[in-house]
């Protein structure tokens, strides 16, 4: 454990850190979610390399047809479009195929949108100060930390408005978001439980509250968490920077991070930032 009190607000060396350890502890969850969905599209396209020879033949058989001219051949081509779609079934394989193209188109979708997250969370653009929207901020901490909530933590989102704007760092803000996911997920541990992000927009600040149904920090190690390198959990499993940072970055926003207690009985960390009043979304970015 180490003094300084909070991070220095310029200290991008420190947020670099707790980034690579929060991506590096991300690792084995976004490798299962990128692995998943391309194993099907793989198993998927592989079926189909096996249908397409059955409707190339399907094909060639009604061309021969539409240019055939002899009423004879035409029958025997008539017959054997017959017997080929009842031998390969090819009502079932058209179905399949569609299917097949459709959970692949997904599964590509996903893969796209958990590689564009990455990009976001890493890349020098995401730095710059921007106009954006918090909810498709939520969504991408949210599918970055999906692995780690697993299906033992049901998350919900309530946010009132439904479209808040606040003026940030695109990947500063998801670090924070993905910690504050993270720690809540790690407090419930293994048993269900549940995590609720709220926000509401009044008076030109923008509260969001990440609220879990953990056990709740111990008022005896309250006063430390913000502390650099104050962790509770064992080595190699905390680097006690996670909260520093989330602090140090909120400061950068002109906003606090506080910590209560949930209506679930664990933490609630609430975060209080300026909102983005202005209309008009000329210079929005999409998160
Ligand atoms: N949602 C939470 N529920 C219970 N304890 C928490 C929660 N979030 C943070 N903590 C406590 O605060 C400590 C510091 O958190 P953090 O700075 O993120 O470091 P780390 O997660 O690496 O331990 C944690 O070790 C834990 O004891
Ligand atoms: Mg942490």
Redesign the pocket.
């Known amino acids: 454990m180490q003094n300084p009190a909070t991070v220095p607000s310029s200290s991008a060396h420190w947020q670099q850190t707790d980034r690579l350890a929060t991506i590096g502890s991300l690792t084995a969850g976004i490798a299962h979610e990128l692995n998943n969905p391309i194993g099907y599209i793989l198993s998927n396209l592989t079926s189909f390399a096996l249908y397409l020879p059955v409707f190339m033949q399907y094909f060639d058989i009604l061309q021969a047809l539409a240019h055939c001219e002899d009423p004879q051949q035409k029958t025997a081509l008539r017959q054997q479009l017959a017997a080929l779609q009842q031998q390969e079934n090819l009502q079932f394989l058209l179905q399949d195929t569609q299917s097949l193209l459709n959970d692949s188109v997904q599964g590509a979708l996903r893969v796209r949108d958990l590689v564009l997250d990455l990009r976001r969370f890493s890349h020098p653009d995401h730095a710059e100060f921007q106009r954006l929207e918090l909810g498709p901020l939520l969504e991408m901490a949210l599918r970055l930390s999906k692995n780690e909530l697993k299906n033992h933590i049901t998350t919900e989102c309530l946010l009132e408005p439904a479209t808040i704007w606040l003026q940030g760092q695109p990947a500063a803000l998801t670090q924070v978001l993905v910690?504050?996911l993270?720690?809540?997920a790690?407090?419930i541990g293994p048993d269900n439980g549940q995590i609720r992000l709220t926000a509401v927009q009044a008076d030109g600040w923008l509260e969001l509250c990440i609220a879990?149904s953990?056990?709740?920090?111990p008022a005896d190690?309250l006063p430390q968490?913000?502390t650099p390198f104050?962790?509770?959990?064992a080595p190699g499993?905390?680097?006690?920077?996670?909260?520093?940072i989330?602090q140090s970055i909120v400061q950068q926003h002109g906003g606090t991070i506080s910590v209560g207690s949930s209506t679930f009985g664990?933490?609630a960390?609430i975060l209080r930032l300026p909102a983005e009043t202005t209309t008009g979304s000329n210079d929005s970015h999409p998160v």
Do not use: R, Y
């Open positions: 910690n504050l993270l720690n809540a790690q407090a879990d953990g056990p709740g920090i190690i968490i913000f104050f962790t509770t959990k499993k905390g680097t006690g920077l996670g909260l520093p989330c664990g933490a960390f």
